[in-house]
């Protein structure tokens, strides 16, 4: 794997860089040798984040964990990403699809991970009416949901709008 740290806000010693290479080398039996792993670290007042990102063709593999310690943030990213990685292999093996991103030994672990299995309970069917994403930012609020599927008035395109942290928004536009 080829790890890529970045710091901001943070000035990034041997110990950190040492750590985050460590626990991700847990991973490498996952991976090709030329995969890209991009590690990003950030401190803001008491918080102490990492944000790791592992991006594959069409799937990205991404952690975030925030505490009041660089080293257990780092411990926790490691563990997220291990557990996504699981269910990924799982749905691989299932749809007997190619895993060019993955070490031929990946799918090979072996590992009772059916509590991991995706199941679809539910399906919606609603229409869809174009509006712009202001009103969908309002609707979803009436709603009371958190995302917000809807047809954008502006391109004729399929768009989603959320709810981010801070109160703020984010628009979901699709790319061809």
Request: proline share 2%.
């Amino acid at each position: 794997m080829n790890i890529s740290i970045t710091g901001r806000n943070i000035e990034l010693t041997d110990g950190l860089k040492a750590a985050v290479e460590e626990k991700l080398s847990k991973l490498d039996k996952y991976f090709v040798k030329d995969t890209e792993v991009h590690v990003t670290m950030s401190v803001e007042k008491e918080r102490q984040k990492v944000e790791v990102t592992v991006p594959m063709k069409g799937h990205v593999i991404r952690a975030e964990q925030v505490s009041n310690d660089m080293y257990v943030s780092i411990d926790l990213a490691e563990e997220i990403i291990e557990r996504q990685l699981k269910k990924y292999r799982n749905k691989l093996v299932t749809k007997k699809q190619t895993a060019a991103f993955f070490n031929d030994n990946f799918s090979d672990v072996d590992g009772d991970d059916s509590e991991d299995e995706i199941k679809i309970i539910k399906t919606k069917r609603f229409g869809i009416k174009p509006m712009y994403p202001e009103d969908a930012c309002i609707q979803m609020e009436l709603l009371g949901h958190d995302f917000f599927v809807f047809m954008n008035a502006e391109t004729d395109e399929v768009n989603v709008v959320y709810k981010r942290n801070g109160n703020t928004y984010g628009l979901i536009e699709p790319e061809f």
